[in-house]
């Protein structure tokens, strides 16, 4: 018996639906290297590192070398051999299969709503001590809210466009590097020598006093997956995403050391602001009367323009990535809603938004100061979203050895043991600073360590009850 006929019309409609739905390939090589520059480098973390003294730049070479580099070499090859929509989903996927791809990337997207309020607070805190001294924390959240929807409005248009974004930020970052290492050059200049001492003896790490600093520089590194998020959105993933990868790392790493020299030139390290650290280099370099007050006012808006800017490719990025399992059955519908037009994740950009307002006015009410807020936020988020990168090295081993014969546009160099010697390395230090993070030396037990053992056993128990929901609705089997 043949199938009955379409009815008049029914076969238009659903040629112009999937044309619709379709993703544009719509992110160059230069997109690819703001967007990573952008969301990884963070000016207005690179005070909190300098802080620690000239010993930083042990900590700094320990962690790009055993982590940062090869994370993004690892993400390089990854992401050209498998230019899926998604990224660090459908590595895992391919790897561990369906469920643990799900809560890997709920482990990943979680911790961004729960992250993102100690962002917004830290924006509103330099914004009201440039231009309102006397708002207080009441201001900081509401301020803080009119981000979070500002970003989800970002997310809903379309990648072509809010792209733009990362590409202006990462230029807006640049000018302000640019203007510490100006200020330094000319300090430098003037007074012949640096505000904070340097020599063999500071430059000595003191590991008991300073091991608990090693998540703060982690924290600052990273991201080097974030792009690949968008990967079914790169025009030429196999030629243009290895490049950019590597080329953006090589950059950020080089700018967070010689940046954080900058600052010592200019700020004893006893007298460092961590919360608004670059802010000060150029009060402390300009003055603050006169022309001075001008170009601190005017770099201070492009800092609050940098931390605004760099919040966007993250949102940008894990939306899409749990947009993807949340479409494949995986994880609630709703984080897979898409926009028909743009292919815009507005059901998780949505949900994203309103969870970070719950988080930023609950902490807004219970939390005694704006700073005490960012670190709250940042631990106990920075330990959820580590869970996926934990899976993710011993990942990349497995997709190694078991599509062995699959063509790699880009391959780590050097024999399979150096590769897989490089994961180790990389999963070594994340280990060291997720139990750092949980440990929190120094601290009591009761007010710090135990809240976040508390919140990220509740992240992983609602995970395991949203992916055995949508396993169960959709007839998923698997662990």
Known sequence: MSPPLPAPGLAENECEEEKLMERKKVLGFWD????????????????????????AIFWWLVCI???????????????????????????????????????????YWISLPIWLPGIYVAIAEMAGRMFFPGMGLTGHVLLGIIMIWTVVGINICSLETSK????????TQLVVVTGVIVAAIVTFLKT??????????????????????IPMIIYNLFGCELVLGAAGEVKNPGRDLPRA?????????????????????????????????ILQVFEIACGKQGIGQIVVIIFGLNILACLFMSIVPWTLGE??????????????????????????????SIVSGMISTVVIVIYGLITRSAAELFWQVISFSCVVNMLSYLILFPVFIILRKKDRDTKR???????????????????????????????????????????ILVGVLITILVGEVLVAHSARKSGICGV
């Open 245 to 277: 990868l590597i080329l953006s790392a090589i950059v950020i790493a080089s700018l967070y050391l010689i940046v954080t020299f900058a600052i010592w030139v200019i700020v004893p390290v006893a007298e460092i602001n961590i919360a608004s650290g």
């Open 65 to 107: 070398c055993g982590y940062f580099l090869p994370f993004g070499l690892i993400a390089a090859e990854l992401g050209s051999t498998y230019p899926e929509q998604g990224g660090i989903y459908g590595w895992i996927k391919r790897a561990l299969g369906s469920k643990w791809a799900a809560r890997t990337t709920w482990y």
């Open 319 to 348: 939306n899409r990535t749990i947009a993807e399992a949340a479409r494949n059955g995986e994880l609630p519908e709703i984080f897979g809603k898409m926009t028909r037009r743009n292919m815009a994740p507005v059901g998780a």
């Open 164 to 171: 733009w974004v990362p590409n202006i930020g990462s230029i």
């Open 192 to 213: 012949g020598r640096f505000a904070t001492e340097i020599n063999m003896a500071t430059l000595m790490p003191d590991l008991k006093a300073e091991i608990a600093f």
């Open 409 to 451: 546009p880009y391959r780590i160099p050097g024999p399979d043991w150096f590769a897989v010697l490089l994961a180790i390395m990389a999963e070594v230090v994340v280990l060291v600073a997720v139990l750092i993070w949980i440990i929190q030396p120094g601290h009591e037990f009761a007010r710090s360590t135990l809240p």
């Open 32 to 55: 690819l290297v703001f967007f990573s520059f952008c969301g990884i480098f963070g000016v207005e973390a690179i005070a909190a590192s300098a802080a620690i003294g000239p010993s």
